[in-house]
């Protein structure tokens, strides 16, 4: 096993780094086919819906509803529940 010392840290590139990564925006890319476009497809259509409705189900949103103020129904589950959302 190795033992690492230290902290971390988002990494620059230095000045006389060869290559400069830099990040995208959010528009920067369109993935328009092929097996990440078809995993966009499905997260789009079903995964997002599917998971709202297990957190639903869960009692999830509605504890983070209480936690917000905007319902006063008697929570569920661990305290710590609501902020699985």
């Known amino acids: 096993m190795h033992s690492v010392q230290g902290s971390a840290s988002c990494v620059a590139p230095t ?27 499905v997260n789009r259509e079903v995964t997002l819906f599917r998971g709202a409705e297990e957190l639903e189900r869960a009692g999830t949103l509605e504890n983070l509803r209480i936690a917000a103020g905007r319902s006063t129904s008697e929570r569920r589950g661990r305290v710590f529940s609501d902020s699985d959302v």
């Open 15 to 41: 000045a006389s780094a060869r290559v400069r990564l830099r990040p995208l925006d959010p528009t920067g890319v369109r993935i328009l086919g092929g097996l990440l476009g078809e995993r966009q497809r």
